[in-house]
């Protein structure tokens, strides 16, 4: 008999946030590492458009805290975009969004970033 067990994360470290203006804004500044290879999927969930970089479990002291529940993301960027939509243009280049409002921990996330963009000192 196998045991299922549930381990959710219990804490996401954000280490650096950057807000735009607009979701264009934010593609745009994705459009560098996007023309050079890189995949770029942006992420959408309580009116607020962002991309996440997690630090990899490539170290012994990430891998111990992955493993207790933290996860470190080394840089989060996100825009206001207060109703969904699959895509964002810019130029000839079309970003996909994810809607990832059926994730908690992304929800949650979406809601602190949505805190800063209305208030940016806090």
Known sequence: MVDIIYQPIKEI?????????SPEKLALNLAVAIRAGQPAVL?????VVF??????TTTEFIM???LDGRVYWSSVAYAPMPSFRQIVKVDTMEIPVLDV???PNLRKVAQWL?????NPSA
């Open 51 to 56: 991309i996440h970089f997690p630090l990899p």
């Open 43 to 47: 992420h959408w969930a309580e009116g």
């Open 64 to 66: 111990k805290h992955f």
């Open 114 to 118: 949505k805190e800063k963009l209305s």
């Open 101 to 103: 409002t059926a994730n």
């Open 13 to 21: 470290v954000i280490m650096e946030h950057v807000s735009y203006p």
